[in-house]
């Protein structure tokens, strides 16, 4: 995903933002770094987090 690119779009906080990844006003989670995007499991929520690319 490219840096602020949408991610999700919710109403409510069904998902929270993790590292790389902002809230709008919305609930709209995007990305604020490019990369690889990540659904970690929690107990009650999914954590969503934009890994950055492996420079090579």
Do not use: Y
Not at 5 to 23: D, E, H, L, M, P
Not at 33 to 49: C, I, L, T, W
Request: glycine share 12%; net charge positive; hydrophobic share 40%.
């Amino acid at each position: 995903v490219s840096a602020g690119s949408i991610i999700v779009r919710q109403r409510g906080s069904k998902f929270t933002a993790g590292r790389n990844v902002g809230t709008g006003r919305d609930w709209t989670l995007f990305a604020l770094a490019g990369g690889r995007v990540k659904f970690d499991k929690n107990s009650s929520r999914v954590n969503v987090v934009a890994e950055p690319a492996a420079a090579n």
